[in-house]
């Protein structure tokens, strides 16, 4: 227990924030808002990492250090993706993600 | 209500607000701006669990870095003005279903749990304690993750540059 | 003890020529693939006169009777302990002599082809398929057992079919040799079921065993009774159907008239002398089983009568030569088979074998001789037809000389060498059965007459036009006709009886003569016949062959065999079992799988919507399934 905010909390919070994720990255057609959504759901699984971490695991450093290594995963990802869409953007002059169809039956 | 339950509060609200803001905004440029709102709220809840170093990264690195590359990118392909379309009703709907239910699906399983809480521990985390953590190779040493993670940045970046580069053609 | 293993390289030579010059065909020029086939097949021919030397003459007897000899064996296909597939060299009087014929032939054959088929298109192909057939025919009489006689059984079938088809561009080679592939092989057939019955009931395959004094075939498979015979008697009937099949025994003679379709050379080597004999050869090599089953040997003898006689009353009627030639020597095979059917077992019970065996001896050169000298008239005229040649002898000496000494040896004229062989049959048959020995007689005379009608025919009379004028053949043709009709001539002396006998004691024969001047009788009376009629070409002929009216069409049209055959297998067969199994095939089978196939691709048409592209609708999938299978597996699926 964290001073009257029990873990529960923290994880209805995370839940939350990862649906809306879920939710952008099903709807939004534009790839940099799709990422955005992306960056959303990352963030909740990191808040649930940390939570566990200091209110069940109280000795450990586990959570914080995976937190720290999703934080660079991101940006790597970020990047990567970010160079990926300039380069379609080039190509098709927009990045809508329904216009990359071309894998298909 | 204690201090730190207004705070937790205070947090939530603002990251649920503002994620909502974030997937539905049809300014993309604001919609990266309710973004940062949202990650920098997620660093006070670092801050509240006594997690400083992490907070610092996550307000360096994601707010400060990762932000700001989406809108340097959003900037280079997008006008400011450009207002995104609205989603057609059926896909909103179908997306709506599916993180509705999933939330709830986890939220119930969530509160039927019961977790086995320790006593807070306010103590913060020593600088060094991390470093050494970071380095070592023995029980609780990250020092291969630390090392795979440097070889993915170093790919990553060469990767973007190769990929964004103009292609000679 | 003498070394036969030696004996093996009269395999394996003629199965290196054929895989050399097959492999390299034309890269040579064609005559250097002929020249290297007829040396390959001299080669075979001194070993295989050594070979009967040693055997004959050096090798010692046991009991004053030749001994079967291994020459060679391996162990093939080791199936059980007990029963095992050898590949082999078995030497026996039979098998040294059907060397000597086969080589002796052969070796001819191959030189007159060098002469006969000159500037052919197929020239190579031709020598490397003889080979192909030596090898086959060789393979057959060493065989150790009777597997290994079956696989180069077939394999003469093939050599045959290729041979016979070897105008493939002609409609009607390509039919010939279809019909004679497929009559041997519906004849196989029964051969290889023969061969299992006898198997299953004995236990071996080996020669030795199986014909020895303590046979297993004696004793095993009598208990079981089908339609009235054991099952021995059975597998020796099916193992007959193979060998008639092969020697164009009634009913399955149908194909070797056709099989005229190939060049002559092929109809002398394979169609006349050695492997038509093979069904003989069969009978002869399983006498003293077949001895046995006494039953069985009755239905050789009549099947051989009575192909004997049928085949010589068409051969009366027929005009192309190489067609009489055929029904010649189905009726002189018949004649075999006859023999062997009347014959006892050992010593002089044995005269029918050894008469036979002595008959395939002689029959194999002045048949040979015949068809070669066909080919040599064929060659210079450009026709198969009699009525469309005459006067020949001007032309043609030596093809002539050579002939008619294959007239009188076929006619059984002494002292050429049908005389002797044909002689010991008579007597054979007469004491053995007087009906028997009624057609056979009747056989002699017609066979007489035939013949000299071929002769007179082609050789006097009038001129014809020719196209140019008929010029005698190269030397490499003249020679083989010259050695074979030495070979015709006085092939009757050798004394048989004291080299090949059922059970190897020789024994003397000493000529009947209440039985040979008859029989030279009535070959001079069907001389004589042929001589009124048809030495100048006369209407009186004509005039008896209306006289006869349907009896002379019947036989003209070969007995309608042929139109029975067609009934049976295009009206009977194709429609009646073919067509329902075809509908059955088309319909059920393949319409199963076009089912399939239809709702396959009906069922991918629908569905492959599913894969749009749209990356966002998949991603609603996976989540969907995701938040399904969470709630299968935290709330449904609970224990």
């Not at chain 1, 924030?17 to 709807?27: C, S």
């Not at chain 3, 194909?255 to 050695?274: C, K, N, Q, R, Y």
């Amino acid at each position: 227990m964290f001073e009257g905010v029990p873990i529960h909390w923290f994880l209805v919070l995370s839940t939350v924030m990862f649906f809306i994720g879920i939710y952008g990255f099903l709807v939004r057609k534009n790839l940099i808002t799709m990422l955005m959504s992306i960056e959303l759901i990352l963030n909740s699984v990191c808040i649930n990492f940390v939570a566990f971490n200091k209110i069940l695991y109280p000795g450990h450093l586990e959570g914080m250090y995976f937190t720290l290594f999703i934080i660079a995963v991101a940006a790597a990802e970020a990047s990567v993706a970010i160079a990926i869409i300039i380069n379609i953007y080039r190509r098709i002059v927009n990045i809508d993600v329904e216009n990359m169809n071309e894998m298909k039956y | 209500m204690t201090n730190n339950q207004f705070m937790f509060l205070l947090f939530s609200v603002v990251i649920v607000v503002f994620s909502l803001l974030t997937v539905t905004s049809r300014r993309i440029l604001r919609a990266a701006t309710f973004l940062l709102f949202v990650l920098v709220s997620t660093s006070g809840l670092y801050f509240l669990l006594r997690f400083n170093f992490l907070a610092a990264i996550q307000l360096t690195l994601y707010a400060g870095g990762i932000v700001v590359l989406i809108i340097f990118s959003i900037l280079l392909t997008s006008h400011i003005n450009e207002k995104l379309s609205i989603p057609p009703v059926t896909k909103r709907i179908y997306a709506a279903i599916a993180a509705v239910a999933g939330a709830v699906l986890c939220i119930l399983t969530i509160l039927q749990t019961e977790f086995v809480q320790k006593t807070f521990d306010p103590s913060r985390v020593d600088i060094h304690t991390i470093g050494e953590g970071m380095l070592s190779t023995g029980k609780y040493g990250y020092a291969l993750p630390f090392e795979v993670i440097s070889v993915l940045l170093l790919a990553a970046m060469i990767g973007s540059i190769i990929l964004a580069k103009k292609r000679k053609d | 003890m003498i070394d036969f293993s030696y004996t093996i390289w009269i395999l394996l030579i003629p199965l290196i020529v054929f895989v050399g010059t097959g492999l390299t065909g034309n890269r040579f020029k064609p005559n250097v693939t002929g020249i290297i086939g007829t040396t390959g097949l001299g080669i075979n021919f001194l070993l295989a006169i050594i070979t009967a030397y040693k055997y004959f003459f050096v090798l010692d007897k046991v009991g004053g009777a030749f001994q079967k000899v291994l020459g060679f064996n391996m162990t093939w296909l080791h199936l059980t302990d007990k029963l095992h597939i050898d590949i082999g060299v078995l030497l026996d009087p039979i098998s040294v002599m059907m060397l000597i014929v086969i080589t002796t032939v052969s070796f001819m054959v191959h030189i007159y082809s060098l002469g006969y088929m000159k500037g052919e298109k197929g020239f190579a192909r031709f020598f490397s398929i003889l080979s192909l057939f030596s090898f086959s025919m060789l393979g057959l009489v060493i065989a150790t057992n009777i597997f290994q006689m079956y696989i180069f059984w077939e394999l003469v079938g093939v050599s045959s079919f290729l041979l016979i088809g070897f105008y493939y561009e002609k409609d009607s080679a390509v039919a010939a040799s279809k019909k004679a592939f497929i009559v041997t092989r519906f004849a196989d057939l029964g051969f290889l079921i023969g061969i299992l019955l006898l198997s299953y009931n004995t236990g071996t395959f080996d020669f030795i065993t199986l014909t020895g004094p303590n046979s297993p075939a004696f004793t095993s498979g009598q208990g079981i009774m089908f339609l009235g015979m054991s099952t021995m008697t059975w597998s020796m009937l099916f193992i007959f159907m193979g060998g008639a099949g092969k020697s164009a025994m009634f009913p399955l003679h149908i194909w070797l008239p056709d099989a005229m379709e190939g060049p002559t050379p092929v109809s002398a080597l394979i169609h006349a002398a050695t492997m038509v004999v093979a069904g003989v050869y069969l009978v002869a090599r399983m006498f003293p089983i077949f001895h046995h089953e006494q039953s069985g040997l009755e239905i050789v003898a009549w099947v051989g009568g009575f192909t004997s006689l049928f085949a010589a009353v068409i051969a009366c009627t027929q005009y192309d030569i190489k067609r009489v030639l055929a029904y010649s020597t189905m009726s002189q095979i018949g004649m075999m088979m006859l023999a062997l059917g009347v014959s006892g077992y050992g010593g002089e019970e044995g005269l029918g074998y050894m008469a036979s065996m002595f008959h395939l001896f002689t029959h194999a050169f002045f048949k040979a001789l015949l068809f070669l000298g066909a080919g040599a008239i064929i060659h210079s005229v450009h026709s198969n037809y009699m009525n469309e040649m005459g006067g020949l002898r001007k032309y043609l000496p030596i093809t002539h000389a050579t002939f008619l000494i294959a007239c009188l040896a076929i006619a059984g004229i002494p002292p050429f060498a049908g005389f002797f062989s044909k002689d010991e049959i008579l007597v054979a048959t007469f004491h053995h059965n007087k009906i028997l020995f009624a057609m056979a007689y009747l056989v002699a005379g017609m066979t007489a007459f035939y013949m000299f009608r071929l002769y007179y025919n082609v050789f006097w009379g009038k001129d014809q036009h020719y196209h140019h004028t008929p010029h005698e053949a190269p030397a490499t043709m003249t020679v083989p006709l010259i050695v074979l009709a030495i070979g015709s001539t006085f092939a009757g002396f050798i004394p048989f009886s004291k080299l090949v006998t059922s059970d190897g004691m020789p024994f003397e024969t000493h000529t009947e003569w209440g039985i040979a001047i008859p029989a030279v009788f009535i070959a001079l009376v069907g001389i004589g016949i042929a001589t009124v009629l048809y030495m100048r070409k006369s209407e009186t002929s004509k005039k008896i062959s209306i006289a006869l009216g349907g009896f002379y069409t019947a036989a003209f049209n070969k007995f309608y065999i042929d139109q029975v055959y067609l009934f049976i297998t295009k009206k009977i067969l194709f429609n009646l079992v073919s067509r329902p199994i075809a509908w059955f095939d088309r319909h059920i089978v393949d319409g199963a799988m076009n089912q399939i196939a239809f709702v396959t691709n009906v069922a991918s048409d629908k569905i492959k919507g599913f894969q749009s592209g749209q990356l966002q609708q998949y991603a609603l999938a996976f989540v969907s399934g995701v938040i399904g299978l969470a709630l299968l597996f935290i709330y449904l699926w609970t224990n």
